[in-house]
Nanobody
């Protein structure tokens, strides 16, 4: 059974940085698309970024372009979300999700079947 565990969240001041990790167990990463999503209080969950099997990135949110990057280490079964120049509106619970790449790549038209439990990110002074 594939499981995802996020870590690295916390409290950071505006303009600061955080690096989130998503560790995948019970399955390989080299045939998986891994997406990062977030949900702010009172809002719907939204897509942030997705990592493809070639190490490519798909941005779901224009608001994070130039500030967030995604990377993966297949040997460690880990995908990272580096978040710089954080803003209060980046506050929320961040989730990673997995899909077999050949099903739908990073497309948001299809659901990601496997999700982590989330990690809280709070950007506040």
């Amino acid at each position: 059974q594939v499981q995802l565990v996020e870590s690295g969240g916390g409290l950071v001041q505006p303009g600061g940085s955080l690096s989130l990790s998503c560790v995948v167990s019970g399955g390989t990463l080299d045939e998986a698309a891994i997406g990062w999503f977030r949900q702010a209080p009172g809002k719907e969950r939204e897509g942030v970024l997705c990592s493809g099997i070639s190490g490519d990135s798909t941005y779901y949110s224009d608001s994070v372009k130039g500030r967030f990057t995604i990377s993966r280490d297949n040997a460690k079964n880990t995908v990272y979300l580096q978040m710089n120049s954080l803003r209060p509106e980046d506050t929320g619970v961040y989730y990673c999700a997995r899909r077999t790449w050949y099903v739908a790549g990073c497309s948001l038209h299809y659901a990601f079947p496997t999700w982590g439990q989330g990690t809280q990110v709070t950007v506040s002074s």
